[in-house]
């Protein structure tokens, strides 16, 4: 479990988070949700010590990241998995070589065992035939993938994904969020992505934070966020003329 | 003076938590090939056509019947040794290699590649940094070794094939009163200002932050701060040690 408590953060005089507490179950897909510059990646980069929020906790089962030791901190670090928006892969090395550098650097294990890990993973997110390929020579949905078999390789115990749909067309969109929440459940982790894309909400949101001007102003699952009674969250969900309309029949 | 502290923390950040000894040794040769071998072209032809115009340009000065042609021989050597070579070919390479640096480093940082480094606890300074540092300290004096013989190289063959001088006259003045302590001198001014070059364009690039727009500046800044930075280096050197 991962719990956030009274975090604030501040850039340039401006106002990003204010307050913001929540915890992020483990075994379920926790999704923060919000508009755009709300301040969800903001958050998202305190969650794992990209930022240094000037006030609050964060707590990962119990131990608190931002008070703690450099060694703590870094064990902490290398339970964590990350998906970056862009894929965030190196473009210096292939497919196989990025998934394999976590386990390159921080891993005890033997050659075979690593090469080993690396083409599991890989399988496990259906690229077994593109590890010789440079990033720059796969399409976007399959840098996404790479991302994932690289954040997985190192069996995290926390999952973030930053909007993990991003430029994605919609089947591989939903065969991303899938494949995240099928690692969640399979692994047990705590899964943390930040989106605003609502087919995500809808269909794997096990627990939803919803941030609105840099405040959590709701907060619940995908069974109840359509009947949420919070004005900024209605505008949010239902932005789409087809989806007020929708609910207007229900 | 802001910039100045946050890289002095930065110099300091790449020695803290360092990654395993093994780590470096590959990355280490990756960026002596990178710097050095892929930098020899260059420097080959400045330091060539330097050598080559500055022996004639200062046989076209010594007019004089006293002063003996064998001189420009000697001016030639210690122009190389205490100018040319270290200085010159540092200010091209870092013109080359800084920019490369810069941009590469801009790079990750705006693909959020060095938040991916830095999320897994590995120290993204030390990792991406230190061995360009390295690499940078032990291949600029070998290409600056590289750029002494071709400039005096340049030098002979710009004035004795063209009748200027004869090898005897060029030679004695190359044998004429050397000082062993001026190579030593070159290759100091070698590492420091690898060491200027590596770590002022590791620091602009890697705290690049916005788009491409951004990491272009970053290499502009690389290179026009790692120049000025050589120049300041090269007098306080020339102080110091002569």
Known sequence: MIEVNNVNKTFRDK????????????????????????????????????????TGTIKYDGRDFLTADSEVQKDIRREMGMLFQGGALFDFKTVHENVMFPLHMLSE??????????????????????GNLFPSQISGGMQKRVGIARAIVMNPQYL?????????????????????????????TTTVIVTHDMNSVVSIGEY??????GMKVWEGDKDNILQTESKPLQDFIFANKLIRDRKAMM | MNSIGQYCLFIFSMFRQREKFRVYVGLVFDECILIGVDSVYVVAIVSTFIGAVSAIQTAYNLTSPLVPLSTVGNIVRDFTILENAPTFTCLVLAGKVGSSIAGGLGTMRITEQIDAIDVMGINSASYLVLPKLLAAMIVFPMLVIISGFLSIAGGYFATVYTGILTHYDFVTGLRDTFVVYNVFFALIKAV????????ISSYQGFFTKGGALEVGKSSTNAVTNS???????DYIIAKLLL
Do not use: W
Request: glycine share 8%; charged share 20%.
């Open chain 1, 15 to 54: 106002k990003i988070l204010t307050d913001v507490s929540m915890s992020f179950v483990k075994g379920k897909t926790n999704l923060i949700i919000g508009a755009s510059g709300t301040g969800k990646s903001v958050l998202l980069k305190c969650i794992v010590g990209l930022v240094k929020p000037e």
């Open chain 2, 227 to 233: 120049c000025i930075a050589i120049l300041a280096a």
């Open chain 1, 109 to 130: 294990m033997g050659k075979s065992e690593k090469m080993d890990r690396v083409a599991f993973c890989l399988q496990r997110v259906g690229l077994d035939k593109v």
């Open chain 2, 192 to 199: 420091v200002f690898a060491f200027l070059i590596a770590s």
């Open chain 1, 208 to 213: 939803i934070a919803f941030i609105y001007q």
């Open chain 1, 160 to 188: 973030f994904c930053d909007e993990p749909n991003s430029g994605l067309d919609p089947q591989t969109a939903i065969k991303i969020d899938d494949l995240i929440q099928e690692i969640t459940h399979e692994y047990n």
